[in-house]
Nanobody
Framework: GVQAQVSGGGSVQAGGSLRLSCGGS????????MGWFRQAPGKEREGVAV????????YYRDSVEGRFTISYDYATNTVVLQMNSLHSGDTAIYYC????????????????WGQGTQVTVSS
């Protein structure tokens, strides 16, 4: 299948910021929904932020609301996750995902996972 191109991630101190990007023209261009998920060691993968690629809306898990911003760059067909005020609880492998479902706000409709990128926040 088509692979997503993921960039960003890395290590940062608490309070810092990181930016993740997920693109690849075919991967994002034909998807109604795009999103970011994460999986911390010993935990299940969870939804972080998702959006409708046509601009209808964005959705966040409660713990990142107000700190993270998901956006879609139409020029490059790239979905971006800007993460601010990071803390140790945000440490995880982050994955982008896509869906052609009608309801993009539902975490369970996503699949076709891109490669993961490690985000490590030290306190």
């Amino acid at each position: 299948g088509v692979q997503a191109q993921v960039s960003g991630g890395g290590s940062v101190q608490a309070g810092g910021s990181l930016r993740l990007s997920c693109g690849g023209s075919e991967y994002t261009y034909r998807s109604n929904c795009m999103g970011w998920f994460r999986q911390a060691p010993g935990k299940e993968r969870e939804g972080v932020a998702v959006l409708y690629t046509d601009g209808r809306g964005t959705y966040y898990r409660d713990s990142v609301e107000g700190r993270f911003t998901i956006s879609y760059d139409y020029a490059t067909n790239t979905v971006v996750l800007q993460m601010n005020s990071l803390h140790s609880g945000d440490t995880a492998i982050y994955y982008c995902a896509r869906s052609d479902a009608l309801s993009c706000h539902l975490w369970q409709v996503y699949g076709d996972w891109g490669q993961g990128t490690q985000v490590t926040v030290s306190s």
